[in-house]
């Protein structure tokens, strides 16, 4: 049995390097299937720790298996590698380097924690019994890029049993780490309306139908009317982002555009959404006249924590930050494509805390004075590899 002083010790011996690390691909990033220099150095990396390590997955994502030294299950450890289109603000000597484009989520923490605890733990195979396969997805803001990876076989070879995977959130500030069994984050899906009325002169609107009047009504009423036809205490969140409409101020507009989202904490509900809007768009459209478009992409599942994977989860955090810094989270209306992956294994993903009022360290995510408090990164590589090391001596 490896011992948990073994974890600790070794964890904060990689402290600097995972720090240089971050900081690295922190200056370099990468927007989602472009993370070519973030993939190389990921795959030198693992080479260098004389792992398997397969390229190209999903264009630019890579995998890596640990052989442990006696039979046993497979667990997938999963980090994402883009990047976000935001001008970084932060005045630190290793800010983005690429025009444009910010490690503005955490991503630059992920690769390098999964990278630290390939080293730990390939330092440890020796006493591991079964296999682990580090994942590093590209694309996992907005392009879902794991079920690309999916796609391209990484659940497969090896057959992987269980998966772990984590973000670090400001939110939560340093030493803390939570997650909750059962579902912990929303689908979510993209919607765009055009609604097609019949332009004219403002000065003689007779005979016209103004889209942009009718938009009004869709703002209005759209989230009443959905939230009426569903069951009482159905957990859901529409928005509306983007309105477009209209060329000048003297014409009567005849196509507006609206483009929003809908997240949904209940699989049952989520399908009834859509009707549920194309009911109110064609009952708020016809009897004026008009005509709409609705073009409804589904996008990412819920997150649905396995509660045995969950339970490990906590047990070794517990362990890590202690029990009364376990925090049992509520379910969160972001989304997140590890949902993929969890739909096909069970796992549990899970928050690090990397929030620091005292630093100023609190700036929320995909902000360009997003910064993480890197004391961060030994928490979650010691909760991680804590946990791929329970797991695999459960087998």
Same mark, same amino acid.
């Given at each position: 049995?490896?011992?948990?002083?073994?974890?600790?010790?070794?964890?904060?011996?990689?402290?600097?390097?995972?720090?240089?690390?971050?900081?690295?691909?922190?200056?370099?990033?990468? =927007?989602g299937f472009e993370e070519r220099r973030s993939s190389a150095a990921i795959a030198r990396y693992l080479s260098g720790l004389g792992l398997e390590v397969r390229t190209g997955l999903a264009s630019t994502g890579v995998a890596a298996v640990l052989?442990?030294?006696?039979?046993?299950? *497979?667990?997938?450890?999963?980090?994402?590698?883009?990047?976000?289109?935001?001008?970084?603000?932060?005045?630190?000597?290793?800010?983005?380097?690429?025009?444009?484009?910010?490690?503005?989520?955490?991503?630059? !923490?992920?690769?390098?924690?999964?990278?630290?605890?390939?080293?730990?733990?390939?330092?440890?195979?020796?006493?591991?019994?079964?296999?682990?396969?580090?994942?590093?997805?590209?694309?996992?803001?907005?392009?879902?890029?794991?079920?690309?990876?999916?796609?391209? !076989?990484?659940?497969?070879?090896?057959?992987?049993?269980?998966?772990?995977?984590?973000?670090?959130?400001?939110?939560?500030?340093?030493?803390?780490? !939570?997650?909750?069994?059962?579902?912990?984050?929303?689908?979510?899906?993209?919607? #765009? #309306?055009?609604?097609?009325?019949?332009?004219?002169?403002?000065?003689?609107?007779? !005979?016209?139908?103004?889209?942009?009047?009718?938009?009004?009504?869709?703002?209005?009423?759209?989230?009443?009317?959905?939230?009426?036809?569903?069951?009482?205490?159905?957990?859901?969140?529409?928005?509306?982002?983007?309105?477009?409409?209209? *060329?000048?101020?003297?014409?009567?507009?005849?196509?507006?555009?609206?483009?929003?989202?809908?997240?949904?904490?209940?699989?049952?509900?989520?399908?009834?959404?859509?009707?549920?809007?194309?009911?109110?768009?064609?009952? *708020?459209?016809?009897?004026?006249?008009?005509?709409?478009?609705?073009?409804?992409?589904?996008?990412?599942?819920?997150?649905?924590?396995?509660?045995?994977?969950?339970? =490990?989860?906590?047990?070794?955090?517990?362990?890590?930050?202690?029990?009364?810094?376990?925090?049992?989270?509520?379910?969160?209306?972001?989304?997140?494509?590890?949902?993929?992956?969890?739909?096909?294994?069970?796992?549990?993903?899970?928050?690090?805390?990397?929030?620091?009022?005292?630093?100023?360290?609190?700036?929320?995510?995909?902000?360009?004075?997003?910064?993480?408090?890197?004391?961060?990164?030994?928490?979650?590589?010691?909760t991680l590899c804590l946990a791929a090391v329970d797991y695999l001596e459960s087998s």
């Open positions: 049995m490896i011992a948990y002083g073994t974890i600790d010790e070794r964890a904060a011996a990689l402290q600097d390097e995972m720090v240089a690390l971050r900081r690295d691909f922190h200056a370099h990033p990468e =927007l052989q442990g030294s006696r039979p046993g299950r *497979t667990l997938m450890l999963r980090a994402d590698m883009d990047a976000l289109p935001i001008q970084e603000l932060n005045d630190v000597d290793y800010r983005s380097k690429n025009p444009g484009v910010m490690h503005a989520c955490g991503h630059d !923490g992920h690769m390098a924690i999964l990278l630290g605890a390939a080293r730990l733990l390939s330092s440890l195979k020796d006493s591991l019994s079964g296999r682990i396969v580090f994942v590093f997805q590209p694309a996992e803001e907005n392009l879902g890029g794991a079920q690309s990876m999916i796609d391209d !076989g990484v659940l497969d070879n090896p057959r992987v049993d269980a998966a772990l995977g984590l973000h670090l959130i400001s939110i939560l500030p340093h030493g803390y780490v !939570g997650t909750r069994s059962g579902p912990f984050m929303a689908s979510v899906d993209v919607f #765009t #309306t055009r609604i097609h009325g019949r332009g004219g002169h403002s000065a003689m609107p007779g !005979g016209s139908v103004d889209a942009i009047a009718l938009s009004a009504d869709l703002l209005s009423g759209l989230n009443d009317h959905v939230r009426r036809g569903l069951p009482d205490g159905s957990r859901f969140l529409v928005n509306i982002g983007t309105i477009h409409g209209g *060329t000048a101020p003297n014409v009567v507009a005849d196509l507006v555009e609206l483009q929003g989202t809908v997240r949904c904490l209940d699989d049952p509900v989520r399908p009834l959404i859509r009707d549920l809007m194309e009911g109110f768009l064609r009952e *708020t459209m016809t009897p004026r006249d008009a005509r709409f478009e609705l073009d409804y992409l589904q996008g990412y599942p819920i997150v649905v924590n396995d509660p045995a994977m969950t339970d =490990l989860l906590v047990g070794a955090a517990g362990r890590v930050v202690g029990p009364d810094h376990v925090i049992d989270m509520p379910p969160a209306m972001a989304s997140e494509d590890m949902a993929f992956y969890l739909q096909r294994v069970p796992g549990c993903y899970f928050f690090v805390g990397a929030g620091s009022d005292d630093a100023g360290m609190n700036a929320p995510h995909h902000n360009p004075r997003f910064a993480i408090d890197e004391r961060s990164l030994g928490t979650g590589l010691k």
